[in-house]
Nanobody, 122 residues
Framework: VQLQASGGGLVQAGGSLRLACAAS????????MDWFRQAPGKEREFVAA????????YYADSVKGRFTISRDNAKNTVYLQMNSMKPEDTAVYYC????????????????WGKGTQVTVSS
């Protein structure tokens, strides 16, 4: 499975961005999907996850109520809608796939996409 993230960019605090992650294979529809992020000098951290049918979602406390993860299995794409953004959301954002139930640690993921930079100015 190849994953390609897009949608990053520069936004002012309080603004919004929507990230997308397109998968190359139909196995996407049976995979749980996560978003992680990594800020300079910090470890990669969990942001959000969604089950393969989309019925179960998890969020990091730091983004709960501001970010929404969703997926469109017909398009092999997962999205991360980011609202009310803060400077501390600045990071490289990665999408990842797992052929099984949701996990929220990087070590549990099977496939990774290249990251997309998100920068929030104050």
């Amino acid at each position: 499975v190849q994953l390609q993230a897009s949608g990053g960019g520069l936004v002012q605090a309080g603004g919004s961005l929507r990230l997308a992650c397109a998968a190359s294979e139909r196995t996407f529809s049976s995979s749980s999907m996560d978003w992680f992020r990594q800020a300079p000098g910090k470890e990669r951290e969990f942001v959000a996850a969604i089950s393969w049918r989309g019925g179960i979602t998890y969020y990091a406390d730091s983004v709960k109520g501001r970010f929404t993860i969703s997926r469109d299995n017909a398009k092999n794409t997962v999205y991360l809608q980011m609202n009310s953004m803060k400077p501390e959301d600045t990071a490289v954002y990665y999408c990842a796939a797992r052929a099984g139930p949701i996990v929220i640690v990087p070590e549990g993921m099977d496939y990774w996409g290249k990251g997309t930079q998100v920068t929030v100015s104050s």
